[in-house]
């Protein structure tokens, strides 16, 4: 099927995906593009013919970006008419003339409607954890579906599909309808939608440069007690990461070795590419013993799976004469002290090797940069969460999924008691212009000797923060309190 698409006239594009086909024909008459179409179709359905495939125009669509006349001519496969779709389905997704994807946002928010189901039901015998992880499963992975064709439209993404993301972590948390997205989320330890989208677009756009190296164990790295022979040359690695830069350390060599990486490279990249380099700078016609103090390195290279380039390069510079050890980092074995030493001054050191970052080193930096932007932008806001938590990590989850719903209400300041008059018929309470939440915790008169009695003192800072004999002591306090049940 790769014969059609080999010479393709100007403006003509073909695309196959599975067992689909996607033929894109550009031009600036609909007559002319029409034609060019239904050359390329015509190529197409002759070159299936002949190696066997049979393809039935009642199976296929074309759809027009700009105004369809009723008496255009058709485009025919096979002598029959391929009917016209306005939004035709293409691998799931609902195209539209203009490619606003708005239409395919508003089925998936059609679907994912009885989906909500399952996380409360989960949610009902399960912590919170286990909730949210049941509403990534279904509705994180239908909400991103080829977001790498969705993403044209992020707003239009956010403004449809963010209220059902949104909602499900709502019901993950046992929160009330009316609480704010923002504190929501923060509470629960996860991204608001618009923040999630641009992370998962950004992992997929780099997802084609993973690969993966076979299921073979390359190597069977020894104890250091095997090299006994002082027929191997003995070569010692390192690597490092500071605040100046990322830099490796090669001993044992001639000459010793230090070389920089690119400030996006974590701490294994620079282990593993000093071992990779160690392996290429060794003495071919003796055996060599390689010696590192990174065991994750080790067993990334053992498992014969690894994703990473510079594991997979190691793999294949994988010799007989080269064995791979563990030795204990910094416990003054020399030629160890001498590879950190050379890892220290790699910042100075004019070669910088390898001038790529792996992928897994670039998603690991925009989830960092991305995660430290919504807090930058979480702490901009001034509600009553943010007094409580500055940042959206995860905090210890109440093994007791009641006890977790109970304070989460409290933190994001959204509960059955301060917010009963905005919803039935009751008076008006006299902190309704203060927060409700701070007032009962904090400032009370009513209930300030019972606050006393449990610890229950400082800012709503300290009372709703994260110490578990914090948690224990609120709790005991609402029950007290006759608050317990009215949260």
């Not at 690894?306 to 204990?328: G, M, N, W, Y």
């Not at 390898?354 to 901009?380: A, K, L």
């Not at 940042?391 to 300041?413: F, M």
Request: a positive charge.
């Amino acid at each position: 099927m790769n014969s059609p698409f080999t010479a393709l006239p100007g403006g003509v594009y073909g695309f196959v995906y599975a067992d689909d086909i996607i033929l894109v024909a550009l031009g600036k008459t609909n007559p002319r593009t029409r034609i060019s179409l239904q050359a390329i179709v015509n190529a197409v359905g002759r070159s299936a013919l002949a190696t066997g495939f049979n393809m039935a125009a009642t199976k296929c669509a074309i759809s027009c970006s700009t105004y369809h006349p009723a008496n255009a001519r058709p485009s025919r496969l096979n002598d029959t008419v391929i009917p016209f779709r306005k939004k035709p389905v293409v691998l799931g997704i609902t195209l539209d003339r203009k490619l606003t994807m708005i239409p395919h946002f508003r089925r998936l928010k059609k679907d994912c409607q009885s989906r909500k189901r399952t996380i409360c039901a989960h949610h009902l015998k399960n912590n919170r954890r286990a909730a949210l992880n049941v509403g990534r499963s279904f509705i994180h992975s239908t909400i991103f579906y080829e977001i790498e064709m969705t993403c044209r439209n992020l707003d239009g993404l956010s403004d449809i599909l963010g209220p059902l993301y949104h909602g499900a972590v709502r019901l993950a948390s046992g929160l009330l309808p009316s609480t704010p997205a923002e504190a929501a989320c923060v509470e629960a330890g996860v991204l608001l939608c618009r923040w999630e989208t641009a992370r998962v677009a950004f992992r997929r756009a780099l997802s084609f440069l993973e690969k993966t190296s076979g299921d073979e164990c390359p190597f069977s790295p020894p104890p250091p007690t095997c090299i006994k022979s002082s027929h191997h040359t003995q070569i010692f690695t390192d690597g490092s990461k500071a605040n100046d830069g990322v830099r490796a350390g090669i001993s044992g060599l001639r000459n010793g070795l230090s070389f920089r990486l690119p400030l996006s490279c974590s701490v294994f990249s620079a282990e593993a590419a000093a071992i990779a380099v160690g392996m290429i700078k060794r003495p071919t016609d003796t055996p060599a013993a390689i010696f590192t103090d990174s065991l994750s390195v080790l067993r990334d290279v053992a498992s014969g799976t690894s994703k990473h380039p510079f594991v997979q390069a190691i793999e294949t510079l994988r010799d007989p004469l080269v064995t791979i050890c563990l030795v204990p980092g910094h416990s003054g074995i020399k030629g160890n002290t001498d590879a950190d030493r050379l890892a220290l001054i790699g910042r100075r050191a004019r070669t910088r090797l390898p001038n790529e970052t792996p992928t897994i080193d670039i998603i690991r930096e925009f989830n960092t940069s991305v995660q430290n932007g919504f807090t930058n932008h979480w702490r901009r806001s001034r509600n009553h969460t943010q007094k409580i938590k500055g940042s959206a990590d995860t905090w210890t989850e109440q093994d007791s999924q009641r006890e977790q719903k109970i304070l989460s209400r409290l933190r994001v300041g959204h509960t059955r008691v301060t917010i009963a008059h905005t919803v039935s018929s009751e008076p008006v309470p006299e902190c309704a212009s203060c927060n409700p939440v701070e007032h009962l915790l904090c400032n009370c008169r009513e209930l300030e000797d019972l606050r006393r009695q449990y610890g229950l003192t400082g800012p709503i800072r300290d009372i709703l923060s994260n110490d578990p004999i914090r948690k224990e002591a609120l709790l005991l306090f609402l029950k007290d309190a006759g608050l317990y049940d009215r949260i």
